[in-house]
């Protein structure tokens, strides 16, 4: 198995990253068209230029050498998190400082700001436990249930269907990708763990049972590392 890492990070001061949907969907294209060994031009997109799913055109791009293998992300307002395997050396620092520059540059300049975006250098942390591997991909993709269910950190989630729906409707992750509904599938190689966890109806299953029986310790599955 490759070597798979968290990479995660946050807004200076626990600010909002992310102000409106376009934001969302400029760190999405980011995390395509950064995700190339050769060289990209950093440049301030026009917002109304992105399609449905926030990516420019890529029908005739020549193909990506890429960086990294994207498993898993999520967005929230304020961070978000990737699970990433690097593909050549140094794959994720080079692909991180991309990624981090560019939407820093992107965000400053649409709400005139000046300064760090970022609360700091990103966190990346090395999945070396089973057992972390396991939950891992589930706990990023609940992530979002803070925004309206945040008694899930606390094992007192009650309606676990209402949260199962949430959890179909928010876009802003791979999670739809994962159980089967196009959202952003050309972000993320999702082979590797559909084949470990056993396809995407299982999957989606699988994620129903972690909200019902919730048998790991969610600070232990982050290591710690805590981003509200």
Request: proline fraction near 3%; charge should be positive; charged fraction near 30%.
């Amino acid at each position: 198995m490759a070597d798979i890492f968290h990479v995660l990070n946050r807004g200076v001061d626990k600010r909002k990253i992310f102000l409106d949907n376009q934001d969302y969907f400029r760190f999405i294209h980011d995390l395509f068209e950064f995700n190339n060994q050769e060289r990209v031009n950093n440049v301030f997109y026009s917002f109304y230029k992105f399609n449905d799913i926030g990516c420019r055109n890529i029908k005739d791009k020549k193909p990506r050498k890429l960086l990294v293998d994207i498993h898993a992300f999520c967005l929230m307002p304020n961070h978000y998190h990737l699970l990433l395997s690097p593909r050549v050396e140094n794959g994720i620092p080079k692909f991180m400082k991309k990624m981090n520059m560019g939407y820093a540059k992107y965000f400053n300049e649409k709400y005139k700001r000046k300064g760090t975006l970022f609360e700091s250098r990103y966190k990346s942390i090395l999945i070396t436990e089973h057992a972390h591997f396991l939950h891992l991909p589930y706990y990023i993709h609940l992530n979002p249930l803070d925004l309206k269910f945040s008694s899930w950190r606390e094992k007192k989630l009650k309606n676990y269907k209402e949260a199962m729906a949430f959890l179909e409707k928010y876009r802003w992750s791979s999670f739809l990708d994962y159980i089967g509904k196009k959202n952003f599938p050309s972000i993320t190689n999702r082979k590797f763990l559909l084949d470990f966890f056993g396809g995407e109806e299982k999957y989606k299953k699988e994620t129903l049972e972690w909200l019902k029986e919730m048998d790991f310790n969610v600070e232990e599955v982050v290591k710690g590392v805590a981003l509200e």
